[in-house]
């Protein structure tokens, strides 16, 4: 199993979070696990991303030029990697921050309304959770236990209290994460 991920969007959407509690996950799992971030000065509003590789081997670089998996959470990032995801991948995508349809007919596109989801749960916060969710409903890379020990670890201890909501907010990405019909592209 080799599953390499991108996950980019605006500083502050939890983009570089939802990939280390990812990359922990993995850990947990004793898989080889790359954790790569790029963000500038743009990290709080600008565009953000990062490359999470879970494999059952070696991984021999972090650089990747195709993903097997792109979540995109706002335009910029869909323009820049739309392109990068991989014939038959998938790509992933919040609803709230994409203006433009997804162009291509030979990957699978989901779409999740976490920024929605998450203002129904009165916490904003847990958006990214609700993201991550959507990303294990349509490819089970990791447990979900594994996910909130990972979860847990990335977490400052004082915050532990919130594990039950982030864990609902996992939840409920599971159940509203979508494929979106070839036609509804069009």
């Known amino acids: 199993m080799l599953q390499e991920i991108v996950i980019s969007g605006f500083g502050g959407q939890g983009v570089l979070s939802m990939g280390k509690i990812l990359a922990y996950s993995g850990i947990m799992e004793d898989k080889e696990v790359s954790w790569f971030p790029a963000y500038g000065p743009e990290q ?31 335009q910029p990032s869909l323009e820049k990697f739309e392109e990068r995801v991989k014939p038959g991948g998938a790509l ?17 596109v989901y779409r999740i309304n976490a920024m929605d989801e998450s203002m129904k ?20 890379i990791v447990e979900l236990e594994n996910v909130m020990k990972g979860l847990k670890k990335s977490l400052p201890e004082r915050h532990h209290k919130l594990l039950p909501m982030n864990e609902e907010a996992i939840l409920r990405g599971m159940e509203v994460v979508q494929l979106e019909q070839e036609a509804e592209r069009v």
Do not use: C, W
């Open 44 to 74: 709080r509003g600008g565009t953000a991303n990062v490359t999470v590789i879970i494999s059952d081997e070696a991984i021999s670089s972090p650089v990747v030029n195709q993903y097997d998996i792109a979540i995109v959470l706002n």
């Open 121 to 140: 749960m009165n916490n904003t916060k847990v958006f990214n959770m609700i993201v991550l969710g959507g990303l294990l409903k349509i490819s089970p």
């Open 92 to 108: 992933l995508y919040d609803g709230y921050g994409i203006h433009k349809k997804v162009a291509r007919k030979d990957i699978n």
